[in-house]
């Protein structure tokens, strides 16, 4: 594990091996933390210790701030679904403070959550980026804003009067407009800190793609995103723009609007980002998907491992992660051989414009 290797990886300069990040296994597959460092006993430095055994060179984090929404004003709890073991993390969805579509249609989250102090939001940010990297020294930590644009509208409104009010594109856009004003703020904040990489999260379409007209996201929704990515590049910020399902369809709109890396699941074409975007941006992902690794055989596994690793040498800044994350229910045996595997073939043998061979 290496910060250094993690950063080299964001901007696409050379590193001995691929990097290496994951989601999830450190702190809910007890299983792998146990095979990994014994048995559990609730130590503080429990997380940082599985990041170092895994080797992961880069963390994934975002903050939105220091009060949650829910203190503020209006929300949608949507519920749980089991995630964690024994299905701990489970809970019921609340109801809708919305009652109708034209409630949304006149929201404005600037007026609803209002803005913090904005020097009061920088030391709380810097202070939250410190004691990260202070707690994880073998990985570069990162800044990130969560609930951009559509994430915060989904927490706002939940999917059933979000949808509806969409029916409405002009006025939607409008309300979408306003979540952007309110993310800006708390960009404008984090480009003040000390952070050299920034991941704009905004989970804005389906695993089957774009659920919103595509000139929605065009005209509306990158836009909102190039005015946080302006302010961040002035600021000497690298970004990473990062969303579940897939968005392929935008990956050339979001690079011309400033992302510099992408972070995604494997419902996304490897190869086609690849070819796309691999000598050019940072790309944190790979083809391997962890429903391949919970339920079918190691030879699945192997071929999406094997896929991953002979486009590898065409990527400039690759960090190599399971894209839809690692969850408890993946056998612990699945994922010792997944790791050890890539392990031994995860050295850089070929420069970013060879092809694959053997390591």
């Known amino acids: 594990m290496s910060r250094t290797l993690g950063r080299d990886a964001v901007f696409l300069r050379p590193t001995p091996r691929i990097a290496h990040t994951e989601y999830s296994v450190s702190t809910y597959h ?12 609730g130590a503080p430095d429990e ?8 080797d992961y060179d880069f963390l994934f984090g975002v903050h939105d701030g220091p009060v949650g929404w829910n203190l503020c004003g209006r929300v949608t709890d949507m519920g749980h679904a089991d995630y964690a073991e024994n299905g701990t993390d489970r809970r019921p969805a609340g109801a809708c403070p919305f009652e109708s579509p034209r409630e949304v249609l006149e929201f ?12 009061e939001l920088v ?6 980026y410190q004691t990260q990297s202070a707690a994880f020294p073998n990985q570069l930590c990162t800044g990130g804003y969560y ?6 509208a989904i927490h706002a409104f939940g999917w059933e009067m979000l949808l509806l009010a969409a029916a409405e594109p002009e006025r939607f856009a409008r309300v979408l407009e306003s979540f952007g004003a309110l993310t800006l703020h708390h960009v404008e904040a984090w480009a003040k800190t000390s952070i050299e990489v920034f991941i704009q999260h905004d989970d804005f379409v389906w695993t089957e793609g774009p659920f919103l007209h595509p000139d929605v996201y065009r005209h509306v929704i990158v836009p909102l995103y190039r005015r946080c990515w302006e302010v961040l590049h002035r600021a000497g910020k690298r970004v990473l723009f990062c969303s579940d399902g897939t968005y392929t369809m935008f990956m050339p709109d979001l690079a011309q609007a400033g992302a510099e890396g992408f972070i995604f699941e494997p419902s996304n074409d490897f190869e086609w980002v690849v070819r796309h975007f691999g000598r050019t941006h ?17 030879s ?5 491992l094997d896929r991953t690793l002979a486009l590898a040498p065409q990527c400039a800044g690759l960090i190599w992660a399971v894209g839809n994350h690692f ?13 050890d595997y890539l392990r031994a073939h995860w050295s850089r043998t070929t420069p970013a414009d060879a092809a694959h061979g053997d390591t």
């Open 123 to 128: 030391r709380f940010y810097e202070n939250h």
């Open 147 to 152: 609930k951009t644009v559509i994430s915060g």
């Open 47 to 54: 997380n940082r210790r599985f990041c170092d055994a895994w």
């Open 30 to 41: 007890t299983g792998l933390i146990e095979a990994t460092l014994g048995p559990r006993r």
């Open 300 to 304: 699945a596994v192997q071929r999406e």
């Open 108 to 119: 404005d989250a600037v007026r609803e959550y209002g803005l913090p102090d904005k020097a």
């Open 282 to 298: 940072c790309l944190v992902g790979s083809a391997v998907d962890c429903r391949t690794l919970t339920f079918e055989s190691w």
């Open 327 to 339: 969850p408890a229910n993946i056998p612990t045996a699945m994922g010792q051989r997944y790791i």
